[in-house]
């Protein structure tokens, strides 16, 4: 398969040149996915798809353009090229674009010691089936659920390829396994649910079916009878499912793309003290077993581990070869896309210092304050860093857990937060995001 995608952009590549592209680049892709939905101990759905999609990118001095399909023809690939060449020619120039030179291709990587794709069969819909159904008949188990919402077991795998004109080209594989469960206690207006879920490269590093029933159901259960909480300022603490978000909104703020734009409350503060002494924030593509890692990045780069924050200091911001460009920067080798968009900085395997005490121990030094571990909609002004979010959880009094708390709203601002949260040591290591729970001793509370 890598081969024929090998071919593929080889041959889009030669379109692009008798199209009168002075440049161009070139993605393939073709992998399948499978998905079952189980209720009530049925299959209810079950879904398989297998397709090929290809992409290409030309560059007509400093105009560039894009086009997609997924009919992989000759005459599909000769009409893509001319398409591309033509919206190029009527496009603004862009300063900043252009492929990398030859000099600064990845030239010696190996994919398989990434371990990203599992050699493992494909799984039989059938045992899929099994999966979700004894992941819902785990969680039915529990006494006081009242229903399973939906529980789902897929898997996926895909083939990528890139080449460009520049001289690149190289490919790798990936796969997916993934099995999930929403469970629900009560009914009508006092409905109540929670889930749990798992997402792996390789099918045995997949957590058990009745542990991800069990633990959904118990995650509902605490949710049972909730309470607005009392307006204030309290300490809060992120549960380890959703800590990753503040670090999302600091990857976000440290992002070429926000930078070059001046959109980030972060854009005056290289070098300077954004998280406590004592946590530093680093990216390593080259994790083995995670999802997002890669051999080099969307524009041919190889990447690498590099630190974005060094003991609480910023030392980097993430950037493709446009916005590095832009900024008088060389590139940190982030660049993403997919076939039907351009290059756009991202990044891959974040891990976040972990602290010296667990979940627990900070829930007893929080005091009264509240446990947040879901949130809904978000006003975040992202210039600023100012905050706010609905969100839902459970009331810490006197360092014990004492009710459970929804229709709230919590609120600071990023900038300061991030400065002052203290991080639990119970993070999972095998995320995209290596987050722990994280305390953040003062926030306001707008409940009751």
Not at 55 to 71: K, N
Not at 99 to 114: H, K, N, R, S, V
Not at 221 to 238: A, H, Q
Not at 284 to 298: C, E, K, T, V
């Amino acid at each position: 398969m890598t081969q024929a995608l090998d071919a593929l952009t080889a041959q889009l590549l030669d379109a692009a040149k008798a199209a009168g592209a002075d440049s161009a680049d070139a993605m393939a892709t073709r992998g399948t996915s499978l998905s079952v939905d189980v209720r009530a101990g049925a299959l209810e759905e079950a879904q398989r798809e297998e397709g090929a999609d290809i992409g290409l990118r030309v560059f007509v001095g400093q105009r560039t353009a894009i086009v997609s399909a997924s009919d992989l023809s000759s005459r599909t690939i000769s009409e893509m090229a001319e398409r591309a060449v033509a919206m190029a020619r009527e496009a603004p120039e862009n300063p900043y674009a252009g492929l990398a030179d030859a000099g600064e291709l990845a030239t010696d990587w190996d994919a398989d010691a990434l371990e990203l794709f599992d050699p493992a069969p494909e799984p039989a819909p059938e045992a899929l089936q099994q999966d979700a159904a004894e992941a819902e008949a785990a969680a039915r188990a529990v006494e006081g659920i009242s229903q399973i919402d939906a529980s789902s077991a897929g898997y996926s795998a895909y083939d990528i390829h890139m080449a460009g004109s520049n001289g690149f080209s190289g490919g790798y594989r990936r796969s997916s396994r993934g099995l999930s469960c929403v469970a629900i206690a009560g009914s009508g207006t006092q409905m109540e649910r929670d889930y749990d879920s798992d997402s792996r490269v390789f099918q045995n590093d997949l957590r058990s079916a009745t542990d991800i029933g069990r633990t959904a159901a118990e995650r509902t259960l605490l949710r049972r009878d909730p309470r607005k909480p009392p307006t204030g300022t309290y300490p809060v603490l992120f549960d380890e499912r959703i800590a990753a978000s503040l670090i999302g909104h600091l990857l976000g703020a440290v992002n070429g793309s926000a930078i070059t734009r001046g959109a980030s409350f972060l854009r005056d503060s290289m070098d300077q003290q954004i998280l406590p002494e004592g946590l530093s924030l680093i990216e390593d593509p080259h994790r083995p077993r995670l999802g997002s890692s890669r051999p080099f990045d969307a524009e041919f780069l190889p990447t690498a581990k590099r630190t974005i924050v060094e003991n609480g200091y910023l030392r980097s911001w993430t950037l493709d070869l446009g916005t590095g460009r832009q900024l008088g920067l060389a590139s940190t080798a982030n660049a993403g896309r997919g076939v039907s968009s351009g290059p756009s900085p991202s990044s891959a395997g974040i891990s976040l210092t972990q602290g010296a005490q667990s979940r627990d121990d900070l829930i007893r030094e929080m005091g009264t304050g509240l446990l947040v571990n879901s949130m809904i909609g978000s006003t975040i002004n992202p210039n600023t860093g100012d905050y706010s979010r609905g969100a839902a959880g459970l009331w810490v009094e006197n360092g014990e857990i004492t009710y459970a708390v929804n229709e709230c709203t919590i609120a600071g601002n990023l900038r300061d937060m991030l400065l002052a949260i203290i991080p639990a040591n119970d993070a999972r290591t095998h995320l995209s995001r290596v987050v722990p729970s994280l305390l953040v001793p003062a926030m306001t509370i707008a409940g009751s």
